[in-house]
Each structure stands twice: as structure tokens, then as C-alpha cells.
């Protein structure tokens, strides 16, 4: 098993920021990509990003490129969501999701172990 938690959501105006942040623990958290999902109600799971283990290689959904940036650190078995120029449509249930093997996947069934989430709402 490895628990994730998530913290950081809230509620923000169109524009503003949230950093999201995803605690893991119980394994080596470096051999683990990781991953963000999101869901908004009546819409199924989608991918936000992801970040490969050791590498760091990291890949996004069309629609946030350019807005987010995941990033990992190793030596504290975390992984953060910096989410810039938020818009209403961001407005969604965040969830953190470990996947072994390493390699990043925007496939939500490849991830083994997932958080509760955290919910983000952006006010227009």
C-alpha cells in the first residue's frame, strides 16, 4: 500500500493560483510515477498530469499545459500541483494517484493506488 494524501485546494477567483500538494508514504515513494487526476460532478475521472519516477519526466493534459506544473521531491515523498491562471472550468474534485512501474500514463486504470482528493473551485 502506499497512502496518499492530498492538501492545498480551496476556492480561488478566475485568475489566481493553488498549489496542491500529495504526501505519500509507507513504500520508496521514487520507483512510483504519479499522477493527477480530476473529476467534476457528472463528468468522469480525467488526466491533469503526470510525473515519471526517478527521471522526472513529466507530461500534462492539452488543457492545462502551459498553466500547471507537477513536480516531485524524492527526499520528502511528495508531489505538488502549482496551478496558475485558473478558470472556472478548473473546478473539480483533484486526486493524487501513484502507478508502478515509473513510466507516466494518462490512463487512470494503471494507477494502483490513489488519494481522497481535493477540491478546487474557481469563481468567475
Known amino acids: 500500500q502506499v497512502p496518499l494524501v492530498e492538501s492545498g485546494g480551496g476556492l480561488v477567483q478566475a485568475g489566481g493560483s493553488l498549489r496542491l500538494s500529495c504526501a505519500a508514504s509507507?513504500?520508496?515513494?521514487?520507483?512510483?510515477?504519479m499522477g493527477w487526476f480530476r473529476q467534476a460532478p457528472g463528468k468522469e475521472r480525467e488526466f491533469v498530469a503526470a510525473?515519471?519516477?526517478?527521471?522526472?519526466?513529466?507530461y500534462y493534459a492539452d488543457s492545462v499545459k502551459g498553466r500547471f506544473t507537477i513536480s516531485r521531491d524524492n527526499a520528502k515523498n511528495t508531489v505538488h500541483l502549482q496551478m496558475n491562471g485558473l478558470k472556472p472550468e478548473d473546478t473539480a474534485a483533484y486526486y493524487c494517484?501513484?502507478?508502478?512501474?515509473?513510466?507516466?500514463?494518462?490512463?487512470?486504470?494503471?494507477?494502483?493506488?490513489w488519494g481522497q482528493g481535493t477540491q478546487v473551485t474557481v469563481s468567475s
Open positions: 494517484a501513484a502507478k508502478s512501474g515509473g513510466s507516466n500514463s494518462r490512463n487512470p486504470r494503471l494507477y494502483d493506488y
Open positions: 510525473i515519471s519516477g526517478s527521471a522526472g519526466n513529466t
Open positions: 509507507g513504500r520508496t515513494f521514487s520507483p512510483y510515477a
